[in-house]
Structures are given as structure tokens and as C-alpha cells.
């Protein structure tokens, strides 16, 4: 059975950054347009940045220029390079697999921007 595991989450400074990875198994990677959601206390989720498997990638405005979004088709994992981290940041960060055929959810990691 397919599944996503995410990591890298953590406790960093305002200005400092982070690279969260998400790694897929099941045999479903190929396929999946790969998406990073967050969700902030008392907030809904939101959509962070996605990549398609032809590496076409869209961000969210609040992120643009700060974050990357990259896959590594070889190894299964996509990774979000996070940059310039700021307070408004701090969310649980969830990787999502999505094709016609599946939907799929890691179980979040914790990003907590504080100084």
C-alpha cells in the first residue's frame, strides 16, 4: 500500500531556513503531481507549491521567491526548500500525492519559526 512520509520539519529562527522531504513509496511517484499543504493553528490548509512528474511547479504567493519545491524521481522524495522563514510560516506541513486514481496524505510535520 502506497504511502508518504514526511520529515525535516523543526524549530528555526526568523530569516533561517528549512528543507522538508517527503518520501513516497508504493510505486505511485512517477505518476503523482506532488503538493505541499500547511495548516496553521485555528487556519484552514492551504496549498504551499505543487510539481507535476514534468517538473512544472507552482507556488503560492505568500512563498513565492522563499520556497522550492523539487523532486528526485530516482529516489521517490520531493523536497521543499524553505528560505527567509518568517513567523507566518510556522504550520504543520503536509506532503500530498495526487493522481486520477489516488489521493494521498503524509501525517504532517511541525515548522515553528520563533526566535
Known amino acids: 500500500q502506497a504511502h508518504l512520509v514526511e520529515s525535516g520539519g523543526g524549530l528555526v529562527q526568523p530569516g533561517g531556513s528549512l528543507r522538508l522531504s517527503c518520501a513516497a513509496s508504493?510505486?505511485?511517484?512517477?505518476?503523482?503531481?506532488m503538493r505541499w499543504y500547511r495548516q496553521a493553528p485555528g487556519k484552514q490548509r492551504e496549498l504551499v507549491a505543487s510539481?507535476?512528474?514534468?517538473?512544472?511547479?507552482l507556488y503560492t504567493d505568500s512563498v513565492q521567491g522563499r520556497f522550492t519545491i523539487s523532486r528526485d524521481n530516482t529516489k521517490n522524495l520531493v523536497y521543499l526548500q524553505m528560505n527567509s522563514l518568517n513567523p507566518e510560516d510556522t504550520a504543520v506541513y503536509y506532503c500530498?500525492?495526487?493522481?486520477?486514481?489516488?489521493?494521498?496524505w503524509g501525517q504532517g510535520t511541525q515548522v515553528t519559526v520563533s526566535s
Open positions: 510539481i507535476t512528474s514534468r517538473d512544472i511547479t
Open positions: 500530498n500525492a495526487n493522481s486520477p486514481s489516488f489521493d494521498l
Open positions: 508504493g510505486g505511485i511517484f512517477r505518476i503523482a503531481v
